[in-house]
T-cell receptor, first 111, second 115 residues
Framework: GQQVMQIPQYQHVQEGEDFTTYCNSS?????IQWYKQRPGGHPVFLIQ?????EVKKQKRLTFQFGEAKKNSSLHITATQTTDVGTYFC???????????FGTGTSLTVIP | GAVVSQHPSRVICKSGTSVKIECRSL??????MFWYRQFPKQSLMLMAT?????????EQGVEKDKFLINHASLTLSTLTVTSAHPEDSSFYIC???????????FGSGTRLTVV
């Protein structure tokens, strides 16, 4: 079945350092979304990538969609304590409209 | 923006009883709603996809007779956990897809504790 893996599972960084999480799908995706979930909260939509090789930026966050549409990354420049949370990618397969969440990367930012 | 209301936010029930969770799209019509469960520190696992007016499609390993899903209208889907047991304790969350714009919005989740 559909599998979406993320690495790393956990990441601790000093405030001001950069952070990257990678998302890999076992199948080609029609698009991919990224979510942030604060502890105790629900996933909040960040962005959607649709095109092969697409790159989008939101302030300190940079999102990339791979050329083969099977992987994606989220990069945060100069992390802040407000970036703490778990970041999930969610891929929608070409065959259906369901989307499957990645395993998530839990980010801890040390002040 | 699009809002999905999910309630209850927390529920504690006795083993053997049933619990109904509602997911309602407030300002848009949702042709498709998704139900997920999330165990502590783990990812969201898709349980089922429901389309308005038709039977839900369940993911492999999810018991359809235990997790009853009803999507009777374009704005409401319900998940009923029947004969709940402690192992059903989890965080359940719904997501709705906007019929017009195609975007996805999550509800705020329901934390179910079965004692």
């Amino acid at each position: 079945g559909q599998q979406v893996m993320q690495i790393p599972q956990y990441q601790h960084v000093q405030e001001g350092e950069d952070f990257t999480t990678y998302c890999n799908s076992s199948t080609t995706l029609s698009n991919i979304q990224w979510y942030k979930q604060r502890p105790g909260g629900h996933p909040v939509f960040l962005i959607q990538l649709v095109k092969s090789g697409e790159v989008k930026k939101q302030k300190r966050l940079t999102f990339q969609f791979g050329e083969a549409k099977k992987n994606s990354s989220l990069h945060i420049t100069a992390t802040q304590t407000t970036d703490v949370g778990t970041y999930f990618c969610a891929g929608i397969s070409n065959t259906g409209n369901q989307f499957y969440f990645g395993t998530g990367t839990s980010l801890t930012v040390i002040p | 923006g699009a809002v999905v209301s999910q309630h209850p936010s927390r529920v504690i029930c006795k083993s053997g009883t049933s619990v109904k969770i509602e997911c309602r799209s407030l300002d848009f019509q949702a042709t498709t709603m998704f139900w997920y469960r999330q165990f502590p520190k783990q990812s969201l696992m898709l349980m089922a996809t429901s389309n308005e007016g038709s039977k839900a499609t369940y993911e492999q390993g999810v018991e359809k007779d235990k997790f009853l899903i009803n999507h009777a209208s374009l704005t409401l889907s319900t998940l009923t956990v029947t004969s709940a047991h402690p192992e059903d304790s989890s965080f359940y969350i719904c997501s709705a897809r906007d019929r017009v714009f195609g975007g996805y919005t999550f509800g705020s989740g329901t934390r179910l504790t079965v004692v």
